[in-house]
């Protein structure tokens, strides 16, 4: 977890922001409702003798950050959705950020643009596991590599490409594939454009260079 109190538009330092989500947390458990901003789970672990877990978690942080919303998503390890309840996470010390980034790395590219908290507790004591999505991911995640059982089965396959939608975690359509790619694309542009801005005019010679001769090459042809 970043030790230093860092800026954030909408929350303010890092322990405000800490605060908010411990609270919005237990407002989402008391009150038993689906959020599309949130997902509850009663557990998870990373733990290799546990690769069920490990793949099950892996496959839901990949659905979460290719989920067609535009906004900060969370995801809190240690909520009983059912019974409106936190249930303690023994294992939190699984959950720390360094282990949590080489499980992603190792699984899934791009990597995921999340924070990990494993150091939160209710007003009760009870202690659980927050990951914070950031809004904007590098979709499409995609499985580099598989996870098999003992038994060689297949629990998460290199190449797969989960989306989070609703309640439920589904593989992604070829229309999900083309919008992610798209927005990749446009935010590539985006990036360009504001890099060529924001250099002097005396450093973009060969791109004001490179536009004159398309609009000379287009008039001398007749093109518009």
């Known amino acids: 977890m970043p030790g230093k109190q860092e800026e954030n538009a909408d929350h303010g ?13 237990q407002q989402i458990v008391a009150a038993g409702a689906e959020h599309p901003r949130w997902e509850l789970t009663r557990q998870a672990s990373l733990n290799k003798n546990q690769i069920e877990e490990r793949a099950d978690f892996v496959k839901l942080v990949q659905g979460i950050a290719n989920a067609h919303l535009r906004e ?4 809190v390890i240690g909520a009983d959705q059912e019974n409106r309840v936190f249930q303690a996470v023994t294992n939190t010390t699984e959950f720390d950020p360094a282990r949590v980034s080489d499980v992603l790395e190792r699984y899934l590219s791009p990597k995921p643009a999340l924070e990990v908290f494993n150091s939160l507790q209710t007003d009760e004591g009870i202690p659980f596991v927050l990951l914070v999505f950031a809004p904007q991911q590098p979709r499409p995640v995609v499985g580099s590599s598989g ?6 089965n297949n629990l998460f396959r290199k190449g797969e490409i989960w989306v989070k939608e609703g309640t439920g975690l589904r593989i992604a359509a070829p229309e999900d594939i083309s919008a992610m790619v798209e927005e990749r694309i446009q935010r590539c542009r985006a990036a360009i ?5 924001s250099q002097e005019p005396g450093r973009r ?6 536009r004159r001769f398309s609009a ?3 008039r001398s042809s007749g093109e518009r």
């Open 13 to 25: 330092t890092l322990s405000e922001r800490l605060n908010h989500y411990r609270l919005e947390a």
């Open 72 to 75: 900060e998503r969370v995801l």
């Open 147 to 152: 996870i098999q059982d003992g038994k060689g």
């Open 193 to 197: 454009n504001n890099h060529f801005w």
């Open 205 to 210: 010679p060969s791109l004001w260079a490179g």
């Open 216 to 218: 000379l090459r287009r």
